[in-house]
């Protein structure tokens, strides 16, 4: 079970909004709420890529978009891996032949 929230969600909701469209620096937005400026960054995060995915349902997060980048890197190193067992094993395979 998680932890409650501290904030309820239309504070959350009108703190977006206040930074977004008061043309000011989060930072100063989050001290006039007397919220921390990281909170408000997650939040602004969060929503713009809320707001992206509703644009484009299959639009990745930030942290799929990592993973992914991470599993392609795995990708090729295992085709790396399987095209030198590949061709030790048919060089193994020749040297059992004569």
Not at 21 to 33: D, F, N, W
Not at 41 to 61: C, E, K, Q, T
């Amino acid at each position: 079970m998680g932890r409650p929230n501290k904030y309820p969600d239309q504070f959350r909701k009108d703190a977006i909004e206040l930074a977004r469209s008061s043309g000011r620096p989060i930072a100063e937005v989050a001290r006039s709420l007397n919220i921390a400026e990281g909170t408000l960054w997650n939040w602004v995060r969060a929503a713009r890529d809320a707001d992206s995915r509703a644009g484009d349902p299959a639009a990745l997060s930030e942290s799929e978009r990592d993973e992914l980048a991470r599993l392609r890197k795995q990708v090729i190193e295992l085709q790396t891996d399987k095209e030198i067992l590949r061709r030790a094993a048919a060089y193994f395979a020749r040297e059992t032949m004569r």
